[in-house]
């Protein structure tokens, strides 16, 4: 089994440093870009089936991706990005100090449970045993995927970069333990 998970493309909040969380923001033109970039690098990878956050920067990137393969794709708010709540499009070096992750009025959703809810998706995706899988989705969401495969606190991937478009591949050997294979690749945008 290898699974390839794909941050989506650029949005013009990635650029203003905005937090976006479940904001449904759209790529920008480098994001379009990144995406075709990406479709392109992907496109004699054998896949199965592709899975995506259901927010459109997610899904566009998948599409073009998918204009490649042709296999089906399911878009699930389970790979989303975590709620930032009411802290969504704010500048993260403007707000940085002041950020409550567990908001009183319930609009943003705590690490543990954003973690919990990837982790529980990816466990479903792994009981289907498909051979080749594309995951697309966001910083965070990709970065508790990371967890998962490796299998290690938090802190140990915190040195682990996850750019727009970037590549990470994880292939479960014999003993069913995943290993990462590509990390953050980032080759296609050169």
């Not at 089906?72 to 975590?82: G, K, N, Q, S």
């Amino acid at each position: 089994m290898k699974i390839f998970t794909i941050r989506h493309g650029q949005t013009e909040w990635n650029v203003q440093r905005r937090l976006q969380g479940h904001s449904d923001i759209a790529l920008d033109d480098v994001g379009l870009e990144q995406a075709r970039r990406i479709g392109l690098r992907l496109a004699s990878e054998k896949v199965d089936i592709i899975y995506t956050s259901d927010l459109m920067r997610a899904v566009k990137t998948a599409e073009t991706i998918n204009a490649h393969h042709g296999v089906e794709i399911i878009a699930t708010p389970m790979l989303r990005e975590m709620s930032f709540g009411i802290y969504e499009g704010m500048n993260i070096e403007e707000i940085a100090h002041e950020i409550d992750w567990e908001h009183p009025d319930g609009s943003s959703e705590n690490r543990t449970a954003a973690i919990k809810r990837i982790h529980s998706f990816l466990d479903e995706v792994i009981a289907k045993q498909h051979e080749n899988i594309f995951i697309v989705a966001h910083y965070g969401s990709i970065r508790a995927a990371i967890k998962y495969f490796l299998e290690t606190p938090r802190e140990e991937t915190a040195d682990i970069q996850v750019g727009n478009t970037a590549i990470h591949c994880f292939e479960r050997d014999a003993d069913g333990k995943f290993k990462m294979i590509l990390n953050n690749d980032t080759s296609h945008l050169l």
